[in-house]
């Protein structure tokens, strides 16, 4: 009998030019993509807010966040992926959402499937990785929950 105790079910989220790696416990909900209207003078990453079980999260473009250029989904394919906080200030937002540019994937890793590889980072980036052949990178996301408090710049 194999010992499945080391392996992990993971998200794999495509973004502009990337793909996230997340742990599966991470991702609270994955929602269809509805169109959200900036707020006056609100950040380049802040798409909008998305009303979801009754509270108003903030809707981040990672590609901006991670300074690059806004992006929004081509047709029906984007959604938005709502992720549980894990930071110091996950008492003020136990939540955040992401802009995905196509429908996140269900991978289940080993952790020898997955090495730590060198290369430019942005903010937003805790880690590039391969998994398997295909890059990945590992969003850090304390730093996104503290951009969407107003706690750092992007």
């Excluded at 794999?12 to 599966?24: G, H, S, V, Y």
């Excluded at 991470?26 to 009303?51: C, F, H, K, M, T």
């Excluded at 200030?89 to 080993?110: E, N």
């Excluded at 998994?131 to 990945?136: M, N, R, S």
Aim: proline letters at 6%; aromatic letters at 6%.
């Amino acid at each position: 009998m194999n010992d499945n105790s080391q392996i992990l079910p993971c998200v794999m989220i495509p973004m502009t030019d990337r793909q996230l790696l997340l742990p599966n416990v991470s991702i609270a909900e994955v929602v269809d993509y509805a169109g959200a209207e900036a707020q006056a003078d609100a950040p380049d990453w802040l798409i909008g807010r998305l009303n979801w079980r009754g509270l108003e999260l903030p809707v981040i473009s990672y590609d901006a966040a991670n300074g690059g250029q806004v992006a929004r989904p081509d047709g029906n394919r984007g959604r938005i992926a709502v992720l549980n906080t894990i930071g110091q200030y996950h008492d003020q937002l136990p939540f955040i959402a992401l802009v995905t540019q196509g429908i996140p994937s269900q991978a289940r890793l080993a952790e020898d499937q997955i090495t730590s590889v060198e290369g430019l980072t942005g903010p937003a980036d805790l880690m590039i990785v391969d998994v398997e052949g295909h890059t990945a990178y590992i969003p850090n996301l304390e730093y996104l929950e503290a951009l969407a408090l107003g706690k750092t710049e992007a």
